[in-house]
């Protein structure tokens, strides 16, 4: 573990040993002690040690700046990281869908609440047949919410299937995002079952599987089944983004199984030699699908293999939100300001089945997860830290707001069972920008093929 953050950069010498993990908030909730580091950079934690800045009073309209100067007093190891983290930064508007005021680190807990109670109900409505598959993210939270904390509504991501928050936090900043427009078109608590469910208000009209989301408004391309396919095409979005001069990222997430596909090679390789910037994220929750990381790759994780593309690098603690946002926004810098890829590891685990379609318990032992959900959970560590702080009241407050995050849930769970399902002429469209002869043919064949079995639309 280190406390300091450093992007290993192609010209750098790679780390001996085994890549350190970037980490700023520990288990407990508290910010660590750098002495405790079990990796030491060639600097001393002297000279890493920021100069104190002249900031001394709270800011007017700021609701974070008295957190981010008791925090600095409690931890000056971390005072430069903490005035710059974008967690402890307040937005432009208010989060009028969660906290109702500006304070991003609000938010950012809730957010994670809401997370974990939408996946629990909408895994239960799979399990009861409600919809017909169903893929959550727990344990990873911090991942979704850390990483888009540090991006611009213009960024454009490319994610796999265990990145909801992403859309969700993309959603809940639509307020503070540098495009007004935006704000209107967010991706909402209600779409998320709208899309499991197929109804007539999917953005997909019914033609994906569920989880498989996706959003032109907000810069979300949708994600694929097949294994892979995100990671070429970013780097093409990046390779647009320079072509265009915008200073803006693609940013791709992926799982390390994931990393076992050709495309992941194919990927790599073309954004290194293009110098675009893509920033490559790669989840390490431990397991893709049934199998573990020990049969997946001999060497140190996925991140030891930046350097032989050519491509910078950072590994990080994926249960610590802080420090995901901190990588997500160093990375992002990188990328621009060279003109380059960048690859992030955040190590993290895989708390629940794969998919509504595994059973873990197959694979692994229940004291394995149970053990990783005690010790490594990224919300219970949010929760210590805004307990200490003062933020939270304890586990009466925590359970007050994952009420009121399921019960708003539920609400709109139930609305999107009752939409409808896509109007029929939804199967001919979308694939030609005009429909031709041989699809309008299909259709009216279609239609009376209804009619003569006193067919309806459902």
Known sequence: ITSKLRIVSPNDDTPRGIWPIFR?????????????????????LEQSTPAPTEISTPEEDDPLSELRLRLCEQFPFFEEE????????????????TCSSRNTLINAHRCMIRIREMDEILLKAQRQGRIPFYLTCRGEEAIHIGAASALDMEDIVLTQYREQGVLLMWHVRRGCGRNPVLMWRGFTLEQFPDQCFGNSADLSKGRQMPVHYGSRALNCHTISSPLGTQLPQAAGVAYRLKLEQKPNVAVVFFGEGCASTTDFHSGCNFAATLKVPCVFFCRNNGYAISTPIDSQYAGDGIISRAPGYGIAAIRVDGNDIFAVSA??????????EHSAPIMIEAMTYR???????????????AEEVESQATHGDPLKRL????IQQGLL?????????QDEEKLAVLRALEASEERPKPPLHTLFTDVYH??????REQEEHLRAHMKKHSLTEV
């Open 327 to 336: 990588a997500m926004r160093a990375a992002k810098h990188y990328a621009l």
């Open 393 to 401: 009241d304890g586990e009466k407050g925590r359970r007050e707001i």
């Open 434 to 439: 005009e429909i031709p002869p041989h699809l």
């Open 351 to 365: 708390q629940a089945d794969h998919s509504t379609s595994d059973d873990s318990t197959r694979y692994r032992d």
């Open 383 to 386: 929760d210590a830290f805004m």
């Open 82 to 97: 903490i005035h710059k983290n974008p967690v402890l930064h307040p937005a432009e508007a208010r989060f009028s869908d």
């Open 24 to 44: 700023i908030m520990d288990e407990t909730g508290s910010f660590r002690d750098p002495t405790c580091d079990g990796y030491k950079d060639n600097q001393s």
